[in-house]
């Protein structure tokens, strides 16, 4: 029997649906419905969770997904974690589906991790960043250090190449002590950069969209590709 994962992403997100299409099992299709968004921004995103969000929402629990993610990392955590906590409420209370938030599944997976010495790379502002940075020590883990790129259009994040963040994230390992890395955003190519990394630092490292592919994966009781 197909079972389907609904994504709620930004609209200008080219990089989630990708993703979990190059890496899902075959036995599960992904549908998605965007939230306008075109800068990434606070006043942006507080703009696409207030006005757009809802209308996403409504419109995504119409394919009767077995489960729906949140898809996006900086808004999630815009507002801290029990408004991300309300978010994941409101999806399940507009739909049958079960809620996937992508910042609270970092969370977890960084609990399990414990790192002492955490990096967050992102592509972000610095307002986006002190939002994660917030998020994840609200949770108790300790943000050693976060670094950003600095892009304000959502569109522009997607256009960075796996090869320059692999790039940006190893120059910043060889400064310091670090013992695991978090990159950031779902519209963001670290999935695929991942595993250099990692072959490189020879720490962990862990991706918006490759946390939340595995969670969804494991909610369903899916194999996948990746």
Partial sequence: M???IGLIVPSSNSVMEVDFYRNIDKSVNVHTSRMY????????EEEMLDMHFPKALKDIATVKPELIVFGCTSAGALRGNDYDKQICSTIEEKSDAV???????????LEKINPKNL???????????????????????KVKKIIGLGIDDNFSIA?????????FVIDEVKKDNYDAVFISCTNFRAMEARGFIEEQCSIP?????????EKCSEILGC????
């Fill in 159 to 167: 256009l960075v190449e796996p090869n320059k963040i692999a790039e």
């Fill in 223 to 226: 194999d996948n590709d990746d």
């Fill in 119 to 141: 990096l967050v790379a992102t592509p972000y502002i610095d307002a986006l960043n002190e939002k994660i940075k917030k998020s994840l020590e609200d949770d108790g883990t």
């Fill in 37 to 44: 968004l075109v800068d990434t921004t606070v006043k942006g």
């Fill in 2 to 4: 197909t079972k389907r």
């Fill in 99 to 109: 809620s996937v938030s992508v910042i609270k599944s970092v969370r977890e997976r």
């Fill in 205 to 213: 490292v862990i991706t918006s969209n490759q946390i939340v592919f």
